[in-house]
């Protein structure tokens, strides 16, 4: 309990070790509170002191000690932590084995139960209940090391802040990462996410979502989550002209491919594992048909993008299996493959298929390519007719697929021969470009063999 206040001894002793404190009889300490690991620092308000063990806690090699080193703490709680070389930690909660390290503020002025996401507008609010309301909260083991800023925040467990990110009105779930001058304002970030280098505001992302490099996510809605942003991807047209009220859902598994364009409003909750090819610029949306490739091709339907559902599970197989085997691997868990062949993908891939052996019912002759008004769920795309058998193909051999795995809890034999004529598509063009390409592509032997303890 810390209930205590400090005795006279060890004021003398904080006063001793070059601390300050603008009302010594407003700290609060646990019982066994010792000073020895408390230096060079500043205390206002009203401030709960754990006591700390001086145990070991490391960070990029180099080992910190828990305590209070060369920092300003203000009306805060402070557990068995470490905080070195913080300008301003106000209003917050340091929990145990927390390292915060070389940043300039951590502060909360607001009550945190309410963050806007989805429009900029407000009119969605993601609600959370905290048993510290009112308090940015560092969750135990997290590492919170050269930022610049950190406001009205709570973060989970083992969550990585670093190299000048900056986070305002956040909800971090364990073993989350901001790093590499990454912008994070009113969203929720989902567990094992990793956002580098890029802006994200108002959004809403689930579990495993990697997004890298420059680019920038407004007014997602993502809860399913484990996708990909690439680099200078712009997934964020929220602002038409008028008030920024408009938002995006991203699909399970979605990948958004190398400087495409993503336009508002658009919905790809309906079509998991979508693919928008580098360079696509995507108009608002509906999309229902789940593993296609996006991508833009000229043709006579000025406007729409050629899309070709089913290509991410037929022609990216090896890339769609690699996606579960690392999604496995960062969080510690083996039911990714459950997702894949879960009854959302399931029911996407069975609407998807019927759509299209309906529309090809009692017709002897095509036009040559089809559109939404013939294919409800195509969104703003158009596709080759001549490219249906394959499509529905693809699609059929997703749900032997999901209907093997259903059956045994194990991946069809045929699915690691279909990986592997994949990926030797991929070294034979890779050859073809570079003499030594087998030299620095070497096969991923620990990937394969996870393939193997699934089949």
Known sequence: MIKRPLQQKEIDELVAAGNTCDKWNNIRVAQNFTTANIKNSKFTGKIKLHGFSGKPLTYRGVEFKTGIYNSW????????????????????????????????????????????????????????????????????????????????????NSVCLENGALVRDAIFESNS???????????????FSHVGEAEISNSLIGPLVQIHHHCLLISALWAEGRGN????????????????????VPGFGQFFGLGCSVKFPANFCEAPFAMIATGTVCEPQRLKFPFSLIKSTPSAYTGLNEIIPGWVYSKNIYGVYRSIYKWDKRSGTKDNLDLLFSKLVLNSVIYACNVLKEFLSGKDKLHPVAIEEELPGLGSNYLKTENMAKIIEAYELYMEDCNFYQKNKKLSPTIITRIEENLKRDEVRGQ???????????????????LQTMS
């Open 229 to 248: 942003v690439g680099y200078g991807a712009n997934v964020g047209s929220n602002h038409t002209g008028r008030a920024p009220d408009q938002e995006i």
């Open 73 to 156: 703490i203000d009306e805060s709680v402070v557990e068995d932590a470490c905080i070195c070389d913080v300008k301003l930690f106000s209003n917050s909660v340091a929990c145990e084995g927390a390292l915060i390290f070389n940043v300039g503020s951590i502060t909360c002025d607001k009550e945190m139960s309410h963050i806007k996401i989805g429009t900029e507008m407000g009119h969605r609010v993601l609600k959370r209940q905290f048993s510290e309301n009112e308090r940015t909260v560092i969750g135990r083991d997290s590492r919170i090391c050269n930022i610049s800023s950190l406001e009205n925040s709570h973060l989970g």
């Open 177 to 191: 990462i901001a790093t590499d001058n990454a912008i994070v304002k009113s969203s929720f970030i989902g567990s």
């Open 432 to 450: 073809k470009i570079f003499d030594d390409y087998m030299d620095f592509h070497p096969r991923d032997e620990e990937f394969f063999e996870w």
